[in-house]
């Protein structure tokens, strides 16, 4: 699709990097930083409502901020705040997931990420009824003045990817506990899914190591074994670089990392 509303899509489209800012708490959710946002040079905003606080309202003039800068706004995703353990926690908490959606935002991290069911449920929660999901109408046109197109264009167009080869909402996954690492074949592979990661610091407290160990055995073939789940599902692999090791990351196959505006300009010089 041409004129994409979601870049992040063209991007791993195209096996081009995604370099995100945004931590998992912390985000300033006003209208002033909205607007201060709407020119970010990142790939997209990592809003973190796992541990940060459930701030929809704030999250709502934080995206109308960017609006009314420019439309579409840059790409933002929500750390959603309920873990994927199973898929009735999921449809008990998917009232979350339509009121961030409504609000324009462009998909989620499921953290926690445990069964394949669970990922489902959250897939159902993200597509509109006609298509066999649960969310129903209502949210369109508040959403679609978020992405700079009509109503019937957004219902057309939010739905995840690449599940829908024209979708423009992605999911990622954090697969980072040990109950998750045993299913992270199954998982990844959960149609709808665009992402996962191995949640280094939760996977490494998982596996008995309190102040989050990377170098341990267990913990470096959990990495691995994430790793080769993505591959084996075709989707990207989410994992930290630093200047220092992105070539080395890059070069095994690793598409998206948190970072700055320097890392993703060696990121885009080195995948060029």
């Avoid at 995840?160 to 592979?189: C, V």
């Avoid at 074994?225 to 994992?239: M, N, P, S, Y």
Wanted: hydrophobic share 45%; glycine share 10%; charged share 20%.
């Amino acid at each position: 699709m041409a004129d994409r509303i979601n870049g992040v899509v063209t991007r791993l489209a195209n096996d081009r990097p995604v370099i995100y800012t945004g931590s998992h708490t912390g985000a300033e959710l006003t209208f002033e930083a909205g607007m201060a946002m709407a020119d970010t040079w990142a790939d997209y905003i990592n809003i973190g409502m796992e541990h940060g606080p459930l701030d929809i309202p704030g999250l709502n003039r934080f995206m109308q901020g960017m609006a009314s800068v420019r439309t579409p706004t840059p790409v933002v995703l929500v750390e959603l705040p309920f873990e994927g353990r199973d898929p009735d926690l999921v449809r008990a908490n998917a009232w979350q997931i339509r009121q961030l959606l409504a609000i324009g935002v462009h998909g989620f991290l499921l953290c926690h990420a445990e069964t394949p069911e669970a990922v489902a449920a959250v897939v159902e929660a993200m597509r509109y009824t006609f298509r066999g999901g649960t969310r129903g109408s209502g949210g369109q046109a508040a959403a679609a003045a978020i992405w700079g197109i009509t109503p019937q264009q957004y219902v057309d167009r939010a739905d995840p990817w690449p599940l829908n080869p024209d979708g423009e909402l992605l999911l990622g996954l954090k697969i980072e506990n040990r109950r998750a690492l045993a299913n992270a074949f199954e998982t990844a592979s959960a149609p709808g899914v665009a992402f996962a990661e191995w949640g280094p610091a939760d996977m490494s407290m998982s596996l008995g190591f309190q102040d989050g160990r990377r170098g341990e055995p267990e913990v470096v073939a959990a990495r691995q074994r994430v790793f080769d789940a993505c591959k084996a599902a075709g989707i990207a692999f989410l994992d930290g670089c630093t200047e220092e090791t992105l070539a080395a990351q890059l070069a095994s196959g690793v598409r998206i990392s948190g970072g700055t505006e320097r890392l993703k300009a060696l990121a885009d010089k080195l995948l060029a």
